[in-house]
């Protein structure tokens, strides 16, 4: 596995002008892997868009090196990284307390009287998107940290992971209009608890629309 990152030349215009809705992004990322996409493969791809000191990022975890020409396609020169993830896979144990960081599409699904198939809809509140990740992280493998220091006002503890971005992005669909969808970043602290399971999750991601820039869950040790 290979986690690489380039920075997006947001201050060149004339270069991003294609990068204007969630599909512009996906293809991006499909083509930075040319020889897949010869051979008629389609390997998941997880990516996201991280923010940075005023600047923005493409991240992007895959089984191959993407192709550094191709990645650099709407980014700046130079910037481009690509590091081996299977070192940290590695080094991930149980009980291991780790900073993480999660673009995801927090979703649920409302079925009517009489429907054979539900409705999947957006969380929209801050509270359901926050439960919403807290329902996951045991079937994924870990363990959200709680604050037992820091208590609300109801003198409950309080968790430590917080929803620093909550966007609504543009995908174009080839048939009808377009849709927009919930993207919300999570940031804090976990516990690994079945280190298995979650070496999987950073691998597959968390959530829908993956192909669309969700579900990417990045760690680093806590110091």
């Known amino acids: 596995m290979y986690l690489s990152r380039v920075e997006i030349d947001s201050n060149n215009r004339a270069k991003t002008r294609d990068l204007t809705h ?8 499909e083509q930075s892997f040319p020889a897949e996409v010869a051979a008629g493969e389609r390997p998941r ?9 005023g600047r923005r990022y493409l991240l992007v975890l895959s089984e191959e090196k993407p192709d550094a020409e191709k990645l650099v396609t709407y980014g700046v020169r130079g910037t481009v990284m690509t590091k081996s993830y299977d070192h940290l896979l590695a080094t991930l144990h149980d009980g291991q307390l780790l900073q ?23 969380h929209i509140t801050i509270e359901r998107q926050r439960q ?4 996951r992280a045991e079937k994924s493998g870990f363990e959200l940290v709680q604050n037992v220091s820091a208590e609300d ?6 968790w430590s992971f917080d929803i620093v971005g909550r966007e609504w992005p543009e995908l174009h669909r080839r048939v009808g209009q377009g849709v927009r969808l919930s993207r919300v970043t999570f940031e804090g602290l976990l516990r690994i ?10 691998i597959k991601g968390i959530g829908r629309e993956k192909a669309f820039g969700m579900g990417l869950m990045t760690v680093i040790p806590e110091a």
């Open 153 to 158: 006002p109801d003198g409950q503890p309080t």
């Open 45 to 53: 791809h997880l990516w996201r868009i991280d923010q940075l000191n």
């Open 22 to 29: 969630l599909g512009a992004y996906h293809n991006w990322v």
């Open 132 to 135: 919403w990740l807290i329902a």
């Open 193 to 202: 608890s079945d280190v298995a399971t979650f070496k999987e999750t950073l």
């Open 100 to 122: 993480f960081r999660l673009t995801a599409n927090p979703t649920h699904t409302i079925t009517k009287p009489g429907e054979r198939q539900g409705r999947v809809v957006p």
